[in-house]
């Protein structure tokens, strides 16, 4: 298992059946099983604001927050209203900071709960209706 190292390339080894990583050092290791449990977002994406380069306040993504970094009595302002921001914004209200802006950067849709529990009782219907029209097909 090898931990904080940035991988630049993988390739499938057919003759072999294992792996060929290389790292961002040149390093290469090879193996049976490539585990990337990465995510899908594990580069942060910052907004193109023209401009942003000559803020002069303190400034980071969320996904690189300072460990002694406090929020209190800031005026903090947070761009985007995604996953993130629904679970960071609620936390930080509760805080003694001066205020709190959202800037949301591209609709998006979120449902609620309730929308969703709405929409699974409908999924029995949903299957019965498109089975039937595979019923006659050779799968």
């Known amino acids: 298992m090898q931990f904080n190292t940035k991988v630049k390339t993988a390739h499938w080894q057919n003759d072999k059946t294992q792996w060929l990583l290389t ?8 193996s049976r ?15 193109n604001i023209p401009g942003v ?3 002069k306040g303190e400034s980071f993504h969320t996904s690189r927050w300072p460990s002694q970094w406090s929020v209190e009595g800031k005026r903090v302002g947070i761009i985007g209203t995604g996953a993130t921001a629904i679970q960071i914004i609620p936390e930080i209200a509760k805080l003694p900071l001066k205020s709190l802006t959202v800037f949301q950067r591209t609709v998006r849709s979120c449902k609620t709960l309730s929308y969703l529990r709405q929409s699974l009782t409908l999924l029995p219907f949903f299957f019965r209706q498109t089975g039937r029209a595979f019923e006659d097909k050779q799968l």
């Open 23 to 30: 790292d961002s050092n040149g390093k290469q290791y090879s």
């Open 53 to 55: 380069e000559d803020f």
């Open 33 to 47: 099983f490539l585990i990337t449990a990465m995510g899908i977002l594990n580069d942060p994406t910052f907004p």
